[in-house]
Protein backbone atom coordinates (compact mmCIF):
# COMPACT_ATOMS: atom_id res chain seq x y z
CA UNK A 1 0.00 0.00 0.00
CA UNK A 2 2.67 2.70 -1.42
CA UNK A 3 -0.29 5.41 -0.50
CA UNK A 4 0.03 4.60 3.01
CA UNK A 5 3.51 6.06 2.67
CA UNK A 6 2.79 9.09 0.85
CA UNK A 7 0.33 9.85 3.61
CA UNK A 8 2.91 9.53 6.07
CA UNK A 9 5.70 11.01 4.36
CA UNK A 10 4.72 12.86 1.70
CA UNK A 11 6.36 11.87 -2.50
CA UNK A 12 9.82 12.14 -1.79
CA UNK A 13 9.94 10.69 1.52
CA UNK A 14 7.48 7.64 0.50
CA UNK A 15 10.66 5.81 -1.77
CA UNK A 16 12.85 5.92 1.53
CA UNK A 17 10.04 4.42 3.66
CA UNK A 18 9.11 1.57 1.34
CA UNK A 19 13.06 0.70 1.18
CA UNK A 20 13.22 0.17 5.03
CA UNK A 21 10.36 -1.70 5.21
CA UNK A 22 11.66 -3.86 1.90
CA UNK A 23 14.69 -4.39 3.68
CA UNK A 24 13.04 -5.30 7.40
CA UNK A 25 10.33 -7.45 5.63
CA UNK A 26 12.97 -9.51 3.93
CA UNK A 27 15.46 -10.00 7.11
CA UNK A 28 17.52 -7.64 6.07
CA UNK A 29 17.68 -5.62 9.12
CA UNK A 30 20.87 -3.65 9.13
CA UNK A 31 20.46 -2.42 5.65
CA UNK A 32 16.47 -1.06 6.95
CA UNK A 33 18.41 0.51 10.13
CA UNK A 34 21.38 2.26 7.65
CA UNK A 35 18.36 3.60 4.92
CA UNK A 36 16.49 4.81 8.15
CA UNK A 37 19.32 7.07 9.70
CA UNK A 38 18.18 8.43 12.87
CA UNK A 39 15.38 9.46 11.30
CA UNK A 40 12.53 8.89 14.07
CA UNK A 41 9.33 7.81 11.17
CA UNK A 42 11.62 6.33 9.06
CA UNK A 43 12.70 3.91 12.13
CA UNK A 44 9.17 3.33 13.02
CA UNK A 45 8.44 1.98 9.51
CA UNK A 46 11.16 -0.35 10.24
CA UNK A 47 10.56 -1.12 13.58
CA UNK A 48 6.42 -2.28 11.99
CA UNK A 49 7.98 -4.66 10.19
CA UNK A 50 9.85 -6.23 13.23
CA UNK A 51 6.79 -7.03 14.79
CA UNK A 52 5.10 -7.83 11.87
CA UNK A 53 7.71 -10.11 11.09
CA UNK A 54 8.12 -11.47 14.48
CA UNK A 55 3.91 -12.39 14.45
CA UNK A 56 4.51 -14.18 11.43
CA UNK A 57 6.89 -16.35 12.63
CA UNK A 58 5.92 -17.01 16.18
CA UNK A 59 2.20 -17.06 15.80
CA UNK A 60 1.52 -17.71 19.46
CA UNK A 61 2.75 -14.20 20.03
CA UNK A 62 0.89 -12.63 17.75
CA UNK A 63 -1.84 -10.58 20.25
CA UNK A 64 1.51 -9.45 21.89
CA UNK A 65 3.37 -8.15 19.15
CA UNK A 66 0.06 -6.77 17.19
CA UNK A 67 -0.80 -5.28 20.21
CA UNK A 68 2.65 -3.01 20.05
CA UNK A 69 1.77 -1.91 15.95
CA UNK A 70 -2.28 -0.20 16.95
CA UNK A 71 -2.20 2.94 17.12
CA UNK A 72 0.40 4.05 15.02
CA UNK A 73 0.53 5.08 11.06
CA UNK A 74 3.61 2.97 10.51
CA UNK A 75 1.76 0.35 12.14
CA UNK A 76 -1.25 0.32 9.73
CA UNK A 77 0.29 -1.21 6.74
CA UNK A 78 1.07 -4.11 8.66
CA UNK A 79 -1.77 -4.80 10.49
CA UNK A 80 -3.84 -4.64 7.07
CA UNK A 81 -1.19 -7.51 5.64
CA UNK A 82 -1.79 -9.42 8.90
CA UNK A 83 -5.14 -9.36 8.78
CA UNK A 84 -5.13 -11.22 5.57
CA UNK A 85 -3.58 -14.08 7.38
CA UNK A 86 -5.06 -17.90 7.47
CA UNK A 87 -3.82 -18.23 11.12
CA UNK A 88 -6.26 -16.66 13.71
CA UNK A 89 -4.00 -16.39 16.01
CA UNK A 90 -2.50 -13.91 14.01
CA UNK A 91 -5.49 -12.87 11.30
CA UNK A 92 -7.52 -12.20 14.42
CA UNK A 93 -6.03 -9.66 16.94
CA UNK A 94 -5.01 -7.91 13.56
CA UNK A 95 -8.84 -7.99 12.36
CA UNK A 96 -9.97 -6.45 16.11
CA UNK A 97 -6.95 -3.83 15.98
CA UNK A 98 -8.21 -2.60 12.66
CA UNK A 99 -11.51 -2.43 13.63
CA UNK A 100 -10.23 -0.65 17.03
CA UNK A 101 -8.76 2.09 14.88
CA UNK A 102 -11.96 2.96 12.77
CA UNK A 103 -10.61 0.43 10.03
CA UNK A 104 -12.04 -2.49 10.22
CA UNK A 105 -15.74 -4.22 10.24
CA UNK A 106 -17.59 -5.22 13.05
CA UNK A 107 -18.96 -8.17 11.16
CA UNK A 108 -15.03 -9.56 10.78
CA UNK A 109 -14.65 -8.91 14.38
CA UNK A 110 -18.05 -11.28 15.71
CA UNK A 111 -17.04 -13.97 13.21
CA UNK A 112 -13.76 -14.38 15.34
CA UNK A 113 -15.84 -14.89 18.85
CA UNK A 114 -16.67 -18.66 17.27
CA UNK A 115 -13.19 -19.02 15.95
CA UNK A 116 -11.33 -22.42 17.21
CA UNK A 117 -8.63 -19.92 18.79
CA UNK A 118 -9.09 -18.80 22.39
CA UNK A 119 -6.89 -15.21 22.02
CA UNK A 120 -9.11 -14.89 18.70
CA UNK A 121 -12.72 -14.83 20.78
CA UNK A 122 -10.79 -12.64 24.09
CA UNK A 123 -9.68 -10.49 21.15
CA UNK A 124 -12.86 -9.97 19.81
CA UNK A 125 -14.83 -9.83 23.16
CA UNK A 126 -12.47 -7.03 24.18
CA UNK A 127 -13.13 -4.96 20.82
CA UNK A 128 -16.76 -5.25 21.01
CA UNK A 129 -16.76 -2.91 24.21
CA UNK A 130 -18.99 -0.48 22.31
CA UNK A 131 -22.15 -2.95 20.97
CA UNK A 132 -25.29 -2.84 22.17
CA UNK A 133 -25.60 -6.42 23.36
CA UNK A 134 -22.39 -6.47 25.37
CA UNK A 135 -23.92 -7.65 28.32
CA UNK A 136 -25.10 -10.42 26.53
CA UNK A 137 -22.05 -11.19 24.73
CA UNK A 138 -20.35 -10.92 27.81
CA UNK A 139 -22.69 -13.33 29.96
CA UNK A 140 -22.58 -15.73 27.36
CA UNK A 141 -18.49 -16.22 26.83
CA UNK A 142 -18.22 -16.31 30.80
CA UNK A 143 -19.09 -20.24 30.54
CA UNK A 144 -16.24 -20.56 27.40
CA UNK A 145 -14.02 -23.42 27.92
CA UNK A 146 -11.08 -21.35 27.43
CA UNK A 147 -9.71 -19.82 30.58
CA UNK A 148 -8.15 -16.77 28.92
CA UNK A 149 -11.90 -15.65 27.09
CA UNK A 150 -13.54 -16.34 30.50
CA UNK A 151 -11.07 -13.97 32.01
CA UNK A 152 -11.89 -11.85 29.57
CA UNK A 153 -15.25 -11.78 30.21
CA UNK A 154 -15.17 -11.65 33.81
CA UNK A 155 -12.84 -8.05 33.35
CA UNK A 156 -15.95 -6.57 30.91
CA UNK A 157 -18.73 -8.06 33.38
CA UNK A 158 -16.82 -5.82 35.95
CA UNK A 159 -16.11 -2.88 34.29
CA UNK A 160 -20.30 -2.74 33.76
CA UNK A 161 -23.07 -1.27 35.85
CA UNK A 162 -24.43 -3.94 38.94
CA UNK A 163 -27.04 -6.28 37.67
CA UNK A 164 -27.94 -9.47 39.99
CA UNK A 165 -27.47 -11.52 37.15
CA UNK A 166 -23.78 -10.49 35.82
CA UNK A 167 -23.35 -10.36 40.06
CA UNK A 168 -24.35 -14.19 39.88
CA UNK A 169 -21.99 -14.86 37.12
CA UNK A 170 -19.14 -13.07 38.52
CA UNK A 171 -19.61 -14.57 42.13
CA UNK A 172 -19.69 -18.14 40.60
CA UNK A 173 -15.87 -17.32 38.57
CA UNK A 174 -14.92 -15.87 41.73
CA UNK A 175 -15.64 -18.55 43.98
CA UNK A 176 -15.18 -22.00 41.67
CA UNK A 177 -13.32 -20.92 38.53
CA UNK A 178 -10.23 -23.21 38.44
CA UNK A 179 -7.92 -20.67 36.99
CA UNK A 180 -6.11 -18.06 39.34
CA UNK A 181 -6.45 -15.71 36.58
CA UNK A 182 -10.01 -16.08 36.63
CA UNK A 183 -10.51 -16.06 39.67
CA UNK A 184 -8.63 -13.21 40.52
CA UNK A 185 -9.91 -10.85 37.29
CA UNK A 186 -13.79 -11.73 39.35
CA UNK A 187 -12.95 -10.67 42.43
CA UNK A 188 -11.45 -7.16 41.72
CA UNK A 189 -15.05 -6.10 40.43
CA UNK A 190 -15.63 -5.69 44.76
CA UNK A 191 -19.54 -3.78 44.95
CA UNK A 192 -20.32 -5.44 41.49
CA UNK A 193 -20.10 -8.94 43.43
CA UNK A 194 -23.29 -7.98 45.08
CA UNK A 195 -24.21 -8.69 48.86
CA UNK A 196 -21.97 -11.75 49.17
CA UNK A 197 -19.03 -10.04 47.27
CA UNK A 198 -17.51 -9.00 50.53
CA UNK A 199 -17.59 -12.67 51.89
CA UNK A 200 -16.00 -13.84 48.85
CA UNK A 201 -13.15 -11.36 49.18
CA UNK A 202 -12.46 -12.60 52.60
CA UNK A 203 -12.44 -15.95 51.76
CA UNK A 204 -9.97 -15.87 49.22
CA UNK A 205 -7.87 -13.61 51.06
CA UNK A 206 -7.55 -15.82 53.98
CA UNK A 207 -7.41 -19.17 52.21
CA UNK A 208 -6.63 -18.77 48.53
CA UNK A 209 -3.40 -21.04 47.41
CA UNK A 210 -2.61 -18.07 44.22
CA UNK A 211 -1.09 -14.98 45.45
CA UNK A 212 -2.20 -13.44 42.87
CA UNK A 213 -5.78 -14.05 43.92
CA UNK A 214 -5.07 -13.11 47.01
CA UNK A 215 -3.99 -9.63 45.97
CA UNK A 216 -7.15 -9.11 43.77
CA UNK A 217 -9.45 -10.26 46.90
CA UNK A 218 -7.77 -6.88 48.66
CA UNK A 219 -8.50 -4.78 46.04
CA UNK A 220 -11.89 -6.41 45.95
CA UNK A 221 -12.47 -5.39 49.46
CA UNK A 222 -10.62 -1.69 49.02
CA UNK A 223 -13.43 -0.83 46.33
CA UNK A 224 -16.16 -1.95 48.18
CA UNK A 225 -14.62 0.36 50.89
CA UNK A 226 -17.50 0.31 53.52
CA UNK A 227 -16.61 -0.37 57.09
CA UNK A 228 -16.57 -3.80 57.30
CA UNK A 229 -14.40 -4.89 54.19
CA UNK A 230 -11.67 -1.86 55.51
CA UNK A 231 -11.67 -3.54 58.84
CA UNK A 232 -10.59 -7.20 57.40
CA UNK A 233 -8.16 -5.66 55.54
CA UNK A 234 -6.74 -3.86 58.54
CA UNK A 235 -6.65 -7.70 60.28
CA UNK A 236 -3.75 -8.17 57.53
CA UNK A 237 -1.72 -5.61 59.50
CA UNK A 238 -0.53 -8.56 62.19
CA UNK A 239 0.35 -11.11 59.70
CA UNK A 240 3.67 -11.62 58.95
CA UNK A 241 5.72 -9.14 56.48
CA UNK A 242 4.61 -10.18 53.20
CA UNK A 243 3.56 -8.82 49.53
CA UNK A 244 0.08 -9.73 51.05
CA UNK A 245 0.51 -7.37 53.97
CA UNK A 246 1.86 -5.00 51.71
CA UNK A 247 -0.81 -4.75 49.50
CA UNK A 248 -3.47 -4.26 51.90
CA UNK A 249 -1.38 -1.48 54.39
CA UNK A 250 -0.64 0.67 51.06
CA UNK A 251 -4.38 0.46 49.79
CA UNK A 252 -5.22 1.40 53.91
CA UNK A 253 -2.61 4.37 53.98
CA UNK A 254 -4.30 5.42 50.56
CA UNK A 255 -6.91 6.59 52.49
CA UNK A 256 -5.00 8.13 55.25
CA UNK A 257 -4.60 5.84 57.71
CA UNK A 258 -1.16 6.23 59.30
CA UNK A 259 -0.49 3.13 61.20
CA UNK A 260 -0.48 1.53 57.63
CA UNK A 261 2.58 3.55 57.25
CA UNK A 262 4.40 1.33 59.36
CA UNK A 263 3.49 -1.78 57.54
CA UNK A 264 5.13 -0.03 54.21
CA UNK A 265 8.00 1.22 56.06
CA UNK A 266 8.87 -2.18 57.85
CA UNK A 267 8.20 -4.10 54.09
CA UNK A 268 11.36 -1.40 53.06
CA UNK A 269 13.75 -2.93 55.65
CA UNK A 270 12.31 -6.69 55.14
CA UNK A 271 15.65 -9.27 54.04
CA UNK A 272 13.64 -10.16 50.92
CA UNK A 273 15.11 -8.13 48.40
CA UNK A 274 12.16 -8.20 45.85
CA UNK A 275 9.56 -7.16 48.89
CA UNK A 276 11.44 -3.83 49.27
CA UNK A 277 11.24 -3.35 45.73
CA UNK A 278 7.94 -3.79 45.70
CA UNK A 279 7.74 -1.73 49.23
CA UNK A 280 9.53 1.44 46.93
CA UNK A 281 7.24 1.00 44.84
CA UNK A 282 4.21 1.30 47.07
CA UNK A 283 5.84 4.45 48.96
CA UNK A 284 6.05 6.32 45.77
CA UNK A 285 2.14 6.28 45.69
CA UNK A 286 1.79 7.84 49.27
CA UNK A 287 1.76 11.22 47.67
CA UNK A 288 4.85 11.75 49.41
CA UNK A 289 4.46 10.63 52.69
CA UNK A 290 7.58 8.64 52.46
CA UNK A 291 9.82 10.77 51.09
CA UNK A 292 12.63 10.45 53.68
CA UNK A 293 12.23 6.39 53.70
CA UNK A 294 12.65 6.29 50.34
CA UNK A 295 15.92 8.38 50.19
CA UNK A 296 17.38 5.87 52.44
CA UNK A 297 16.64 3.21 50.21
CA UNK A 298 18.68 4.63 47.82
CA UNK A 299 20.98 3.31 49.99
CA UNK A 300 20.14 -0.28 49.37
CA UNK A 301 22.59 -2.81 48.48
CA UNK A 302 20.46 -4.39 45.75
CA UNK A 303 20.27 -2.48 42.69
CA UNK A 304 16.78 -2.79 41.96
CA UNK A 305 15.50 -1.33 45.25
CA UNK A 306 17.73 1.38 44.73
CA UNK A 307 16.01 1.79 41.34
CA UNK A 308 12.47 1.39 42.81
CA UNK A 309 13.23 4.17 45.29
CA UNK A 310 14.94 6.57 42.86
CA UNK A 311 12.00 6.18 40.56
CA UNK A 312 9.35 6.41 43.29
CA UNK A 313 10.84 10.06 44.02
CA UNK A 314 10.79 11.27 40.78
CA UNK A 315 7.39 10.13 40.34
CA UNK A 316 6.16 12.13 44.08
CA UNK A 317 8.19 14.92 42.70
CA UNK A 318 10.44 14.97 45.34
CA UNK A 319 13.30 15.65 42.75
CA UNK A 320 11.83 19.47 42.51
CA UNK A 321 14.47 20.21 45.88
CA UNK A 322 18.02 20.52 44.67
CA UNK A 323 19.53 18.09 47.28
CA UNK A 324 17.03 15.08 46.24
CA UNK A 325 17.22 15.83 42.52
CA UNK A 326 21.30 15.27 43.35
CA UNK A 327 20.56 12.06 45.58
CA UNK A 328 18.62 10.32 42.85
CA UNK A 329 20.68 11.26 39.64
CA UNK A 330 23.98 10.11 41.84
CA UNK A 331 21.82 6.69 42.67
CA UNK A 332 21.01 6.03 39.09
CA UNK A 333 24.83 6.67 37.32
CA UNK A 334 25.57 4.48 40.00
CA UNK A 335 23.13 1.73 38.75
CA UNK A 336 23.77 2.05 35.04
CA UNK A 337 27.46 1.73 35.38
CA UNK A 338 26.70 -2.05 36.49
CA UNK A 339 25.58 -4.67 33.86
CA UNK A 340 21.87 -5.06 34.25
CA UNK A 341 18.56 -4.88 33.13
CA UNK A 342 18.23 -1.98 35.99
CA UNK A 343 21.20 -0.19 34.51
CA UNK A 344 19.42 0.24 31.12
CA UNK A 345 16.25 1.61 32.97
CA UNK A 346 18.56 3.78 34.80
CA UNK A 347 20.20 4.89 32.03
CA UNK A 348 17.20 6.04 30.31
CA UNK A 349 15.82 7.88 32.95
CA UNK A 350 19.41 9.90 32.82
CA UNK A 351 18.77 10.89 29.63
CA UNK A 352 17.47 14.45 29.72
CA UNK A 353 20.06 15.51 32.52
CA UNK A 354 23.11 13.49 31.50
CA UNK A 355 22.55 12.74 28.11
CA UNK A 356 25.98 11.91 27.50
CA UNK A 357 26.06 9.34 30.41
CA UNK A 358 22.96 8.28 29.46
CA UNK A 359 24.13 7.53 25.43
CA UNK A 360 27.38 6.11 26.63
CA UNK A 361 26.00 3.40 29.32
CA UNK A 362 23.12 2.62 26.73
CA UNK A 363 25.73 2.47 23.75
CA UNK A 364 27.49 0.02 26.21
CA UNK A 365 24.32 -2.14 27.13
CA UNK A 366 22.95 -2.49 23.69
CA UNK A 367 25.94 -4.44 23.09
CA UNK A 368 25.83 -6.73 25.64
CA UNK A 369 25.94 -10.33 25.81
CA UNK A 370 23.05 -10.99 27.49
CA UNK A 371 19.99 -10.72 25.05
CA UNK A 372 17.57 -9.37 28.08
CA UNK A 373 19.74 -6.97 28.99
CA UNK A 374 20.16 -5.88 25.08
CA UNK A 375 16.64 -5.63 24.81
CA UNK A 376 15.87 -3.36 27.96
CA UNK A 377 18.75 -0.98 26.35
CA UNK A 378 17.30 -0.78 22.94
CA UNK A 379 13.68 0.01 24.96
CA UNK A 380 14.94 2.36 26.96
CA UNK A 381 16.97 4.65 24.25
CA UNK A 382 13.94 4.21 22.31
CA UNK A 383 11.78 5.74 25.18
CA UNK A 384 14.82 8.67 25.83
CA UNK A 385 14.46 9.38 21.79
CA UNK A 386 18.03 8.09 21.18
CA UNK A 387 17.72 6.94 17.85
CA UNK A 388 21.14 6.11 16.99
CA UNK A 389 21.06 3.58 19.63
CA UNK A 390 17.53 2.51 19.31
CA UNK A 391 18.66 1.42 15.93
CA UNK A 392 21.31 -0.72 17.40
CA UNK A 393 18.62 -2.66 18.97
CA UNK A 394 16.36 -2.86 15.52
CA UNK A 395 18.86 -4.59 14.19
CA UNK A 396 20.21 -7.12 17.01
CA UNK A 397 20.49 -10.91 15.51
CA UNK A 398 18.13 -11.69 18.74
CA UNK A 399 14.28 -11.44 17.51
CA UNK A 400 13.38 -10.71 21.40
CA UNK A 401 15.60 -7.78 21.31
CA UNK A 402 14.72 -6.42 18.02
CA UNK A 403 10.71 -6.56 19.30
CA UNK A 404 10.93 -5.04 22.60
CA UNK A 405 13.21 -2.06 20.90
CA UNK A 406 10.54 -1.62 17.68
CA UNK A 407 7.69 -1.93 20.42
CA UNK A 408 9.24 0.66 22.85
CA UNK A 409 10.13 3.00 19.33
CA UNK A 410 6.87 2.97 18.05
CA UNK A 411 5.59 4.03 21.69
CA UNK A 412 8.06 6.83 21.67
CA UNK A 413 6.71 8.19 17.71
CA UNK A 414 3.41 7.90 18.16
Not at 143 to 161: W, Y
Not at 232 to 256: D, F, K, N, P, V
Not at 324 to 337: C, F, M, N, Q, T
Request: aromatic share 2%; net charge negative; with cysteine.
Amino acid sequence: MPWLCVLAFGPSCAGQALLVRQHAEAGRFEAAVKAAGQDPDLLAEAAAAVLERGALSRPEQGHRLIAELKGHAAGLRSLHALAREGDERISGPAQVALFEMGEGEEDEVRKLLSSNEPQARADALSGLRESEDRPDLLLSMASDPAALVRRTAALGLASLSFSEMRAAVLRSLAESDPDPLVRAAALRAGPRLGERGEELCAKALESDPAEGVRLAAIEGLDAIGTLSPLVRLRSCLGWEISQITLAAAWHLAARGEGDALQIVRAALSAKDGSLRAAAAIAAGQLQGAMTGDLLKSLEDPIAQVRLQAALSLQRTGADSSSEVESRIKEALLGISKSDSVEAAIAAGRLAKSEAEESRQALSRLVSHVEPGIRAAAGSAAAEASLWGVAAEGLSDPDPRVREATAGALLSAVR
